[in-house]
């Protein structure tokens, strides 16, 4: 099976997020694989250690050099990592052209027959490249997914929507976002981490991709504090959230 | 952005068991308030079953477009947004709208990619219409601000904006859009084959009062409480990661930054401690209150009412002292 995993990497969930003159300062930041990621990494690990002979590309889109990300995803298993550089990727657009443009050169007869990115970013929770790559490469979506059984043939999986869990059957090639629940990411130890080393990495410089479709006009910090008003007692707190109209009387 | 053309919005009509969704009504509403005055159109996309009248919710002018396939029950996403592309391309749509639902998020997303459209996800305030989006990134600490730059614009909505009221003696044109085109026989990749109802009744991202309870709550049965609390408010019960990662709710309850992100207009926390990935997922509940036994917990900070104490001892009480207002009125 060739699988293709799309990464990126996100400012460490406790990490404090500034904001100068208007615009986003990271410079005190440490970054991380993006959670979801790690869930789609650890999936495509899993199905190459079922199917022999497949192989397990990571990519990322990246501004700067993301080396440790990509050192992470070849410890946990997978086989070789492309790192694509590109000015400007804030945008979901222009990140999903660069994998699309990326995936086509790579796979030039048919897509490969996986490709699994996490269900979203934690920086920009915008959740859109899975699908935008989907539509770019032209193979369906089937969207964030909490269970995955595979065959030679098809895929089984599970997706939540609003009333519950549908059970799904998908053909290759597909897109799929991982969602949390999906599996438990491996730890990686000193070894996996020396055998990463040896493992391939290629930089590849994408200057053109798709003009950006998102202007972005302005950032601005917010203050989440908000002033608690205190009560003493059950009764009391009732007695506030009916006066302040939170709660009616009517019920709901 | 060609200039000085009327806008034309398609609004994306979700239909579950029939009847349209409350969050696609909303969206529906929204657009049609937008319009209502100004040199712009809104019309509809509805794809699936409909029961007898399902429309009739709909107010405001505009067509909707049903088309009424046994085809795509098996929620084939790909020949939905085919319909959706060749209607918008027909009728010069500028702009498509969704409710922010699992479907309507694959769909949004996919179309987005297709169609070269600027993606304007989860924008507050005004940005809900307009080619002006502001949103918050970062776990909510942060407002970023974006203008579109295409022709085409896609909206994907959810309570993060305020309820629209709108109301019209008018009544939308129903139009039947023939799916056979589409549809492709036997030849889907995709085919939903089950689906399995969740014991709650309304998903915590939909809910206008959530009741969501943390690691104080102390045990999986506890919840039972909640669970009553949400059942007297007409809301849905949702849980901290920490109550997740203890199995007392499955993963589709948690809220937080790894979880679900919601807009209640009440926002009970009952035993959580309020780190920063959970207040991720609160930062656009409009009221939350704060049960918790430690006084000092963050999640008073970005409370509006508090009580410190015991969650097993208020919570109870809070239900005595509601039943017996509710029962009074």
């Known amino acids: 099976m060739r699988i293709v995993v799309c990464i990126c990497q996100v400012p460490d969930t406790a990490a404090s997020i500034a904001v100068a003159d208007g615009e986003l300062d990271l410079a005190r930041v440490s970054w991380v694989m993006n959670p979801y990621d790690e869930y789609a990494v650890e999936e495509a690990v899993r199905l190459k250690e079922q199917f022999t002979g497949s192989e397990v590309v990571v990519m990322t889109v990246t501004e700067g050099p993301a080396r440790e990300l ?45 490709v699994l ?66 599996n438990i990411p491996r730890k990686t130890g000193i070894r996996q981490v020396m055998e990463a080393r040896k493992k391939p990495i290629e930089t590849i410089s994408v200057p053109d991709i798709q003009a950006s479709l998102l202007l972005p006009l302005g950032f601005e910090a917010v203050s989440v504090k908000k002033s608690c008003r205190f009560a003493k007692s059950a009764g009391e707190l009732a007695g506030m959230l009916l006066q302040d109209g939170h709660i009616s009387a009517g019920g709901g | ?57 709909l107010q405001g002018n505009g067509t909707v477009y049903h088309t009424d396939g046994t085809h795509f029950r098996t929620g084939c996403d790909s020949v939905v947004c085919a319909m959706i592309e060749t209607l918008s391309g027909a009728e ?107 014991c709650q009744k309304r998903d915590v991202a939909e809910a206008s009062v959530v009741v969501a309870g943390g690691r104080g709550m102390g045990t999986r049965e506890a919840f039972g409480m909640l669970e009553e609390l949400a059942a007297l408010l007409d809301g849905s ?47 656009s509940a409009r009221t939350v209150v704060a049960v918790n036994s430690d006084p000092d917990a963050p999640i008073f900070g970005a409370a509006d009412y508090g009580i410190v104490g015991e969650v097993r001892e208020v919570i109870p009480d809070l239900i005595g002292i509601l039943r017996d207002v509710m029962a009074k009125k």
């Open chain 1, 70 to 114: 990509l050192q992470k995803a070849l410890a946990m298993g997978a086989d070789r990592a492309v790192e694509l550089l590109a000015p400007s990727v804030q945008d979901s657009f222009r990140i999903a052209s660069a994998l699309a443009v990326s995936l086509r050169e790579r796979y030039p007869q048919t897509p490969p027959d996986l």
């Open chain 1, 117 to 182: 990115c996490g269900k979203e970013s934690l920086d920009y929770q915008n959740g859109a490249v899975p699908g935008m790559l989907a539509a770019l490469l032209d193979i369906a979506f089937a969207g964030p997914v909490t269970s995955l059984a595979a065959t030679g043939e098809m895929l089984e999986l599970q997706r939540e929507n609003e009333n519950g869990t549908e059970l799904l059957h998908v053909r290759y090639p597909v897109v799929i976002s991982a969602e949390k629940g999906l």
């Open chain 2, 1 to 57: 952005m060609m200039t000085g053309m009327a806008e034309h919005y398609l609004v994306f009509l979700e239909l579950r068991n029939g009847a349209i969704a409350k969050s696609s009504l909303d969206v529906w509403n929204r657009f049609q308030k937008f319009s209502s005055g100004r040199d712009s159109r809104v019309s509809a996309f509805a794809a699936g079953h409909a029961a007898e009248g399902a429309f009739d919710c």
């Open chain 2, 92 to 198: 010069r749509v500028t702009g498509i709208a969704f409710a922010s639902t699992a479907m309507g998020r694959r769909l949004a997303a996919f179309l987005a990619g297709r169609l070269r459209a600027a993606f304007f996800s989860g924008c507050g305030g005004s940005g809900g219409v307009e080619k002006v989006c502001s949103r918050f990134i970062h776990s909510g600490t942060v407002i970023a601000s974006y203008a579109a730059a295409a022709d085409m614009t896609i909206f994907l909505q959810g309570r993060e904006l305020p309820q629209p009221e709108f109301s019209s003696a008018e009544k939308p044109a129903i139009e039947a859009f023939d799916a056979t085109p589409y549809v492709v026989g036997g030849i889907h990749s995709l085919l939903v084959h089950a689906v399995s109802q969740s």
């Open chain 2, 237 to 283: 019960v949702g849980a901290s990661r920490a109550a997740v990662d203890e199995g007392w709710r499955p993963h589709s309850y948690q809220i937080g930054q790894t979880g679900k992100r919601i807009a209640p207009d009440l926002y009970i926390a009952c035993g959580i401690s309020g780190a920063l990935q959970h207040l991720a997922g609160i930062r």
